[in-house]
């Protein structure tokens, strides 16, 4: 059997293989010399130690470097913005655990931040990148596609929208400046629980 072989999509307890051929891999199971699916999935062929696996066709989404998230700012220190990180940013499936991430001063806009202040508010919604996943999270909205995509007035909490470079809010007319994401941010933001 070879990998054009394998059927795109199988089950759990479809049969893959003979463990003669095969080294079972993850999300595969061996029963009396023959190997299995255990879940539902895409089964794949690594050549190089003739290892056999099923990439699960829901996964439990993790965090990996160069991910797209949505995050929530909880608080807002003199060096850091500590955010909890809400859900993956392509598919919007929430990260088990509700992990939470920093982004550094340097890392929220390009070039020089006098104040994370002047760039986020607390319950603001961004669009950041995962820098680094261990040991901790650090995130960055520096990139012109990142940053807040929802805030809140911080006067009287009403949702802010838009007003050239600023942000102004339609009930009291507070006007406030974000870092926000520019260009076409197509995914709406998600709720915050």
Known sequence: MTATDLPKFVVPGEYLGA???????????????????????????????????????NAVPTLQEGDVVYARVDELKSAMAICT?????????????????????????????????????????????????????????????????????QVCHGLLIPAGRELVCPRCGHREHRKRAEGDVTPAAPTSS
């Open 19 to 57: 463990a003669e051929e095969f080294v079972p891999g993850r999300g595969t199971y061996e029963n009396s010399g023959r190997i299995f699916a255990s879940l539902a999935g895409r089964p794949t062929i690594d050549a190089r130690d003739r290892t056999i696996r099923v990439d699960a066709a």
């Open 85 to 153: 990180i809400v859900s993956s940013a392509p598919g919007g499936r929430g990260i088990p655990g509700t992990p939470e991430g920093t982004v550094h001063i340097s890392k929220a806009k390009e070039g020089f931040t006098d104040s994370l202040a002047d760039e986020f508010a607390v319950g603001d919604v961004l669009l950041a990148k995962v820098l680094q996943t261990r040991p901790s999270v650090k995130l960055t909205t520096a990139p012109s596609g990142l940053g807040v995509i929802s805030a809140r007035c």
